[in-house]
């Protein structure tokens, strides 16, 4: 039996197509068995990005619990005084100036620069000192600089507080 040539041609196409199919059927398999092998692997991943996740959140809860939301002048000019009294120091004069911002990442933290003249005697001095770095009420803060002269001292200090 003979073929017409629109047979053929027919044919020819419909044979090119189905072998088209199946070539990229063939292809997509590969791939689907690529993916389903990489599968657990990235699963796993997840989790372990999920917990970090949780860590990241947790850490950042326990940061911005270190730093008060606002840094309350009057609050902190009481504790200063309160420091100084009980280290047996002078502060000669206490201004709280605006806040700053200065941003840390995705993090911003308001900072209020405070320069706190005292007098004493150098024990006294030192002792406040370490009250002030050491004292749960100043967690969030940073003594950036201490000038000492003949039983005085200004010590510069950093209160930083978290913004939301």
Do not use: H, W
């Not at 803060?141 to 200004?154: E, F, N, P, Q, W």
Request: aromatic share 8%; proline share 3%.
């Amino acid at each position: 039996m003979r073929l017409s040539r629109k047979f053929r041609i027919i044919l020819g196409i419909l044979f090119n197509t189905y072998s088209g199919q199946v070539a990229e059927r063939d292809e997509l398999s590969d791939r689907l068995m690529v993916a389903e092998g990489r599968l657990p692997g990235l699963t796993a991943e997840k989790g372990d990005l999920q917990k970090q996740l949780t860590q990241a959140r947790s850490l950042r809860g326990t940061s911005q619990a270190k730093y008060p939301e606002s840094v309350e002048s009057i609050e902190y000019g009481e504790y200063v005084f309160e420091i100084a009294e009980k280290c047996n120091v002078t502060l000669a004069s206490l201004s709280f100036p605006r806040p700053s911002d200065t941003k840390q990442g995705a993090v911003t933290y308001s900072i209020v620069s405070l320069s706190l003249p005292i007098s004493g005697s150098l024990a006294d001095i030192f002792e406040f000192i370490k009250t002030i770095r050491t004292d749960a009420r100043f967690a969030s803060t940073r003594v950036k600089s201490v000038s000492l002269g003949g039983g005085s001292a200004t010590i510069s200090v950093d209160i930083y507080g978290y913004k939301r």
